[in-house]
């Protein structure tokens, strides 16, 4: 059973909107959330996190929001550009997992449109 | 060169060949891992070694056994391969094992294909 789960595998949006990625997870152990980017023929590299006594971090174009309640974070990016598009993994630490062992999720497929 | 480099790139082999994938990272950490990435599934964690001590092993089969010479090599050698295996293998590192808060710096990644 996945505990982090990206629902949507894909998103496509104009350039100079929002881009809004959504995740989800279930165990309430987690204390450390982080999305990474992914190119293709690239490895993931990280991007920004957020830590579960916050529900907001921001960098730059990226803010992540936590809802620990809801046990659901976000990422948004303002405004798009074409240069983001790739794919977006959400993963945490934590959970009884000692250490920096991430769970990962599926990833979601950012298209920016020019 | 820095960050975490992996060869090769892409490989293909039959169920009988051998070959090893290949980790190096030049960042003075401690900590790395092999991770495998199979088609529309997430990341899965394979191994965790830490200083050179394998200290994670996720339910990998038994065929998979890497080696860990020293804390900036790590090695995966591929052999009695079965078509499951067919997969992104990304190797990442850390400063340490124990933070939580800690990012992981993965390599580009191999690319398996099994014949």
């Known amino acids: 059973d996945q505990q982090v789960k990206q629902n949507s595998p894909s998103l496509s949006v104009q350039e100079g909107r929002i881009s809004i990625l959504n995740c989800d997870y279930t165990?309430?152990?987690?204390?450390?959330f982080l999305w990474y980017k992914k190119y293709p023929a690239e490895g993931p590299t990280f991007l920004i996190s957020?830590?579960?006594?916050?529900d907001k971090n921001e960098d730059g174009r990226f803010t992540v929001f936590l809802n620990k309640s809801a046990k659901h974070l976000s990422l948004h990016i303002v405004p798009s550009q074409p240069g983001d598009s790739a794919v977006y993994f959400c993963?945490?630490?934590?959970?009884?997992?000692?250490?920096?062992?991430?769970?990962f999720g599926g990833g979601t497929r950012l298209m920016v449109k020019p | 060169e820095t960050g975490v480099t992996q060869t090769p790139r892409h490989l293909v082999m039959g169920m009988t060949n051998k070959k090893s994938l290949k980790c190096e990272q030049h960042?003075?950490?401690?900590?790395m891992y092999w991770y495998k990435q199979s088609a529309k599934k997430p990341l899965e964690l394979m191994f965790v070694?830490?200083?050179?001590?394998?200290?994670e092993n996720n339910s990998v089969p038994s065929r998979f056994s890497p080696e860990c010479p020293n804390s900036s090599h790590l090695f995966l050698p591929l052999h009695t391969l079965q078509p499951e295996d067919s997969a992104l293998y990304l190797c990442?590192?850390?400063?340490?094992?124990?933070?939580?808060?800690?990012?992981?710096?993965f390599g580009s990644g191999t690319q398996l294909s099994v014949l």
């Open positions: 993963a945490a630490s934590g959970g009884g997992n000692a250490g920096n062992m991430l769970t």
């Open positions: 070694y830490n200083f050179k001590e394998q200290t």
């Open positions: 990442a590192s850390s400063l340490s094992r124990t933070a939580t808060n800690e990012k992981l710096f």
């Open positions: 165990n309430s152990m987690f204390d450390y």
């Open positions: 957020i830590s579960s006594i916050k």
């Open positions: 960042l003075g950490h401690n900590a």
